[in-house]
T-cell receptor, first 114, second 113 residues
Framework: GAGVSQSPSNKVTEKGKDVELRCDPI?????LYWYRQSLGQGLEFLIY????????KSGLPSDRFSAERTGGSVSTLTIQRTQQEDSAVYLC????????????FGQGTRLTVV | AQSVTQLDSQVPVFEEAPVELRCNYS??????LFWYVQYPNQGLQLLLK??????LVKGINGFEAEFNKSQTSFHLRKPSVHISDTAEYFC???????????FGAGTTVTVRA
């Protein structure tokens, strides 16, 4: 597709369950970001991938959070043993490397932990 | 590391009035600057960006922003707002030598008739 695609758009899960959130970046974009947007708050950086370099995981809030990017394209953010405080909108974005363009964002996945 | 401060969390404004949203940043290196808009129940959309050159940049929907290096600011302005400009606005910064975007906390603009 033309833009960043995220799935699912909405996810309701029970506390303690694991969830996987998927991101399909724009074709050819080598940089991929995950952010979290909690109600009434700004965007919190989680992780980013740049080409084949080691990802910057400095924003992951706990070891329950992990992410991978396969083949330099699709990325999956996994949250294990979800907690209610994990409820938020998870945003994925991608950008190019060779030219400085702003990141393009997906519509996000709204995660609700009940 | 860089950081962004948006000085106003809420900005109410009447239709056809001007609006200015303030953004200040801090960084030890040169940066690129961005403004994003998030309309209700939608994703983030790029409004405009400053990369280099002219310090006054124009974006979509009649918005413009001015980069002031000495004051480390990148304020967003629109001379006449519409109801449809009601949204949350985020300022973001990215260092020359990094790809990590750092966002401000956002400014909610509410336009009233």
């Amino acid at each position: 597709g033309a833009g960043v695609s995220q799935s699912p758009s909405n996810k309701v899960t029970e506390k303690g369950k694991d969830v996987e959130l998927r991101c399909d970046p724009i074709s050819g974009h080598t940089a991929l970001y995950w952010y979290r947007q909690s109600l009434g708050q700004g965007l919190e950086f989680l992780i980013y991938f740049q080409g084949n370099s080691a990802p910057d995981k400095s924003g992951l809030p706990s070891d329950r959070f992990s992410a991978e990017r396969t083949g330099g394209s699709v990325s999956t953010l996994t949250i294990q043993r979800t907690q209610q405080e994990d409820s938020a909108v998870y945003l994925c974005a991608s950008s190019t490397q060779g030219e400085v363009l702003a990141a393009f964002f997906g519509q996000g996945t709204r995660l609700t932990v009940v | 590391a860089q950081s962004v401060t948006q000085l106003d969390s809420q900005v109410p404004v009447f239709e056809e009035a001007p609006v200015e949203l303030r953004c200040n940043y801090s960084s030890s290196v040169s940066v690129y600057l961005f403004w994003y808009v998030q309309y209700p129940n939608q994703g983030l959309q790029l409004l405009l960006k400053y990369l280099s050159g002219s310090t006054l940049v124009k974006g979509i929907n009649g918005f413009e922003a001015e980069f002031n290096k000495s004051q480390t600011s990148f304020h967003l302005r629109k001379p006449s707002v519409h109801i449809s400009d009601t949204a949350e606005y985020f300022c973001a910064v990215r260092s020359f030598n990094d790809y990590k975007l750092s966002f401000g906390a956002g400014t909610t603009v509410t336009v009233r008739a």
